[in-house]
């Protein structure tokens, strides 16, 4: 029964992480839709075939700012910063036709929970990355997720893993060993959050991950490796 339950809830996970990237995707074709759309209607207006109205109506404030973070790799955005290329591309209008302000930003990501997460004065997609989810089922990542993090740590105490951006980046992917000094539990400290592990008994397998899918190769932690 247990490897029947087991199945059973990875089957679930997988089904979950698939709907997640589809929904992502969609929310992106839709912002690039209408970005596209805006262009198309700002060219028409300037030669004189047709109204511009469509420009300013065409793509809504969460999908502006779904675009906005998807192309800045999702990295994380303060609202001002998110305000200011709104209009600066104008990519969406208040219906008065006035640039979108700071409290509008801050109220649209609020209120789309499922779609933005805020870290203090920042803020980011909840989503992952391809690179994140594009490994070998022996490879575990952990994201926003300490406690099970340190289980593994625990468990597979020869194993390996790297500590990568939130969003992995070739320049920096640090291999270390499940005893390095550098990581230890605590209160107040977040060690899966701002950047994430990936976890596998075969260090050979984390390093074929980094080079194929991230493009990078491993920096040995002196640490562990020194």
């Known amino acids: 029964m247990t490897e029947l339950a087991n199945a059973l809830q990875k089957s679930r996970q997988m089904i979950e992480s698939a709907l997640a990237d589809a929904r992502t995707e969609l929310a992106a074709l839709d912002a690039r839709r209408s970005e596209l759309e805006a262009l198309i209607a700002q060219g028409e207006a300037a030669v004189g075939s047709a109204q511009p109205q469509v420009a300013a109506t065409a793509m809504t404030l969460h999908e502006a700012l ?4 998807r192309e800045n790799d999702n990295e994380p955005m303060t609202v001002r910063q998110l305000t200011d290329a709104v209009n600066e591309r104008g990519l969406y209008r208040k219906r008065d036709g006035s640039p979108v302000e700071v409290n509008q930003v801050h109220a649209r990501t609020s209120n789309y929970e499922g779609l933005f997460e805020k870290d203090g004065a920042v803020i ?5 990355s391809s690179m994140v989810t594009a490994h070998a089922d022996s490879i575990t990542h952990f994201r926003d997720d300490d406690a099970g993090f340190f289980e593994w740590l625990t468990e597979c ?9 939130r969003n992995p980046k070739p320049n920096y992917l640090v291999l270390h060993r499940p005893k390095c000094p550098h990581f230890t539990g605590g209160q107040g400290l977040h ?7 990936f976890c596998s008994r075969d260090r050979d397998e984390l390093e074929e991950w980094a080079a194929g899918t991230v493009g990078g190769e491993v920096t040995l932690c002196r ?4």
């Open 223 to 226: 640490s562990c490796f020194g």
């Open 66 to 69: 779904v675009l906005i973070l």
């Open 191 to 197: 060690w899966t959050k701002d950047y994430i592990k």
């Open 124 to 128: 980011r997609l909840r989503e992952e």
């Open 157 to 165: 105490p020869e194993g390996y893993f790297i500590n990568a951006d």
